[in-house]
C-alpha cells in the first residue's frame, strides 16, 4: 500500500497565495457554463461550409483568369468578368467564417451578428453583380474602332478571332496567341482549314500533331466554336459556384440571427 508522501507541489511558500489568485483560469469567464445547441451547432456548420466555399471559389477565380490571361488575351480584350467580383467576394468572407464561428458568443453576439450580416450584403451584392454581367470583352475590328460586347454569341467572337486571324503573318503576339489555342483546343481555323487557304497562306503547324499539317491530317474542329465553348464553360463553372456561395450565406445569415434572437430572448 502506497503511503502518502510530500511532494514539491504541496509545499507551500509565502508568495503561494498571491501566485494562486492571479493564476488565469483554464476557461475565459466568457465562456464557462456555456451550452452548444443545435442552433449554434448549425451555425458553426455554415462557417465552415463558408470557409470550404470560399477558398474553393477563389481557387477557380485564379485559375479562370491565368488561363484566360495565357492563352485569349492577344484574341479579347477582357474588361469585366466574374472573377473580378468573386475574387473581392470571397477575400471577403474569410474574415466572415471566424465571426460566424464565434457568433454565438453571449457577450459579443450582437456586434458579431451586425459584422456578419454586413460582410454577407456586401458579398452578395458582389457575387451577384459578377454573375449578371458575366463576360464583357472588347474586340478591335477591320475599321480600328473597339467594340463592346457582353456576350459570347460565335457571331460576336467572330469578329474578334477574324482581326487577329489577318495578322498571323505580320504580328508575332497573333501568332502565338493562335499557335497556342489551336494546340490547346485541337482545333484549325475560325471554321476549319479552308480559311488559311483563304487568306493564302499554309496551314500551320499547330493545326495538328504531325510534323506537317495537310487537309487530312489537321484538327477538324472549328477554333471560333471550341473558344466559345470554353468560354461558357469557364463563365457556368463560376456562376455555379457564386450561386452556391449565394445560398451559404443567406442560411448563415438566418442562423445567426435565429442564434442571436434566440439568446436575447432567453435573456
Known amino acids: 500500500?502506497?503511503?502518502?508522501?510530500?511532494?514539491?507541489?504541496?509545499?507551500?511558500?509565502?508568495?503561494?497565495?498571491?501566485?494562486?489568485?492571479?493564476?488565469?483560469?483554464?476557461?475565459?469567464?466568457?465562456?464557462?457554463?456555456?451550452?452548444?445547441?443545435?442552433?449554434?451547432?448549425?451555425?458553426?456548420?455554415?462557417?465552415?461550409?463558408?470557409?470550404s466555399s470560399s477558398l474553393s471559389l477563389i481557387g477557380l477565380s485564379i485559375w479562370s483568369l491565368v488561363i484566360k490571361a495565357v492563352n485569349y488575351r492577344y484574341l479579347l480584350d477582357i474588361k469585366v468578368d466574374i472573377p473580378y467580383f468573386s475574387l473581392p467576394a470571397a477575400f471577403l468572407l474569410l474574415p466572415g467564417f471566424w465571426i460566424s464561428a464565434s457568433s454565438h458568443n453571449t457577450r459579443k453576439r450582437l456586434i458579431s451578428t451586425y459584422l456578419l450580416l454586413i460582410i454577407i450584403t456586401l458579398s452578395s451584392i458582389l457575387l451577384i453583380t459578377g454573375s449578371s454581367i458575366g463576360l464583357n470583352y472588347t474586340v478591335k475590328t477591320e475599321n480600328g474602332y473597339n467594340q463592346i460586347y457582353s456576350s459570347l454569341e460565335n457571331s460576336d467572337l467572330n469578329k474578334s478571332v477574324s482581326f487577329?486571324?489577318?495578322?498571323?503573318?505580320?504580328?508575332?503576339?497573333?501568332?502565338?496567341?493562335?499557335?497556342?489555342?489551336q494546340q490547346r483546343l485541337e482545333c484549325c481555323g475560325i471554321s476549319n482549314y479552308h480559311d488559311w487557304e483563304t487568306v493564302?497562306?499554309?496551314?500551320?503547324?499547330?493545326?495538328?500533331?504531325?510534323?506537317e499539317c495537310t487537309a487530312e491530317t489537321s484538327f477538324g474542329r472549328s477554333c471560333l466554336d471550341s473558344m466559345s465553348r470554353d468560354l461558357v464553360w469557364h463563365q457556368n463553372i463560376l456562376k455555379s459556384q457564386c450561386y452556391i456561395m449565394a445560398v451559404v450565406q443567406i442560411g448563415t445569415g438566418a442562423v445567426s440571427l435565429l442564434v442571436y434572437f434566440a439568446g436575447r430572448f432567453s435573456n
Do not use: H
Open 1 to 51: 500500500m502506497l503511503k502518502p508522501t510530500s511532494s514539491s507541489d504541496s509545499w507551500e511558500f509565502p508568495w503561494n497565495g498571491k501566485m494562486r489568485k492571479n493564476r488565469p483560469l483554464t476557461v475565459p469567464p466568457s465562456q464557462s457554463g456555456r451550452q452548444i445547441g443545435e442552433i449554434c451547432f448549425m451555425l458553426c456548420f455554415l462557417a465552415v461550409l463558408m470557409l
Open 164 to 181: 487577329s486571324f489577318l495578322r498571323y503573318n505580320t504580328s508575332e503576339d497573333d501568332k502565338y496567341a493562335w499557335d497556342r489555342m
Open 200 to 211: 493564302g497562306l499554309d496551314i500551320p503547324n499547330s493545326c495538328c500533331n504531325e510534323d
